[in-house]
């Protein structure tokens, strides 16, 4: 019985792993509101700096915000993914974050998606059409000059979509409960089948082992009775296959990276146009204020 209830228990957490927070250190000491253009008063980047670090720190994902004064013709996206990497963000396996930048000279803005596979992580979570909205959402006071206002906006549509990603995952978990279970009811299932044979007799003469029963016979009977459990394992998976549970593992394997640009993919409310560049290691959506 204690060997079936740890292998239940085992099961249900080898399942419930990836739906576990991975409680990684942030970045490395670097502050996430980077303001060398002097956009904000002291005040301000403080209450910046202390949601940006409880987003960060909730969600398992670094958000930071950069303003400079010029960043040359670097591609916005790539610039930011550059100031991401070096100064060491990125949490967990994935190295998941987002960036916001933001360049005076050329009036240049960018939101970025950082994570090492464009399958998993932060690239995942934040689409093109995510980092397009939330360009779109902070376009209008970035071309007005309140900048508190935009990075504030921009803080909380990234934390929206950081929830809502949460939840699905969350709200995914009682169906992989119920595969578990219904896995482990077929292998306990198994195991019992093999003590039915085992009953109480009337007479003694019963229990004595007669001189007729052969080696031979007591490993048919043995190899039979672990064919059944064999069986009705093999009979549960092939039904979990048929209803459509496939259990597969994915690996992904960084090779090189590309810089891809397509301009003017969606008009923004500021009256400009918002591009798209991507790269090993990031993705996201730039355009002028």
């Known amino acids: 019985m204690k060997k079936?209830?740890?292998?239940?228990?085992?099961?249900?957490?080898?399942?419930?792993?990836?739906?576990?927070?991975?409680?990684?250190?942030?970045?490395?000491?670097?502050?996430?509101?980077?303001?060398?253009?002097?956009?904000?008063?002291?005040?301000?980047?403080?209450?910046?700096?202390?949601?940006?670090?409880?987003?960060?720190?909730?969600?398992?994902?670094?958000?930071?915000?950069?303003?400079?004064?010029?960043?040359?013709?670097?591609?916005?996206?790539?610039?930011?993914n550059d100031f991401f990497t070096k100064n060491g963000f990125g949490i967990g396996k994935q190295g998941n974050g987002v960036s916001l930048l933001i360049s005076m000279e050329g009036r240049d803005w960018a939101v970025t998606a950082h994570s090492k596979s464009a399958k998993k992580g932060a690239q995942k979570i934040f689409p093109y059409t995510k980092t397009d909205a939330i360009g779109e959402a902070i376009i209008d006071d970035l071309g007005s000059g309140r900048y508190y206002d935009a990075f504030d906006e921009y803080a909380d549509q990234v934390q929206k979509y950081l929830r809502n990603y949460q939840m699905k995952r969350i709200a995914s978990i009682p169906i992989s409960f119920v595969i578990a279970f219904v896995i482990a009811l077929i292998i306990m299932g198994g195991q019992k089948s093999t003590l039915k044979s085992v009953h109480t007799q009337p007479a003694a003469r019963s229990y004595l082992v007669t001189s007729n029963v052969s080696g031979n016979d007591m490993q048919t009977g043995i190899a039979n009775n672990a064919g059944n459990v064999a069986g009705k394992v093999a009979g549960g998976i092939a039904a979990g296959v048929a209803a459509g549970i496939i259990m597969s593992i994915c690996t992904d394997q960084f090779m090189y990276s590309n810089v891809h640009k397509t301009p003017k993919q969606t008009s923004s409310s500021g009256g400009g146009s918002i591009s798209h560049s991507s790269g090993g290691g990031y993705h996201g959506s730039h355009g002028k204020f």
């Open 4 to 80: 079936r209830i740890l292998a239940l228990l085992t099961l249900l957490i080898l399942v419930l792993v990836p739906y576990l927070p991975s409680f990684a250190a942030s970045s490395n000491g670097t502050p996430r509101v980077t303001d060398d253009a002097d956009l904000l008063s002291d005040s301000e980047e403080k209450q910046l700096e202390d949601k940006l670090e409880s987003i960060s720190k909730k969600y398992k994902c670094d958000v930071i915000i950069i303003t400079t004064e010029s960043i040359g013709s670097t591609d916005p996206n790539k610039a930011a």
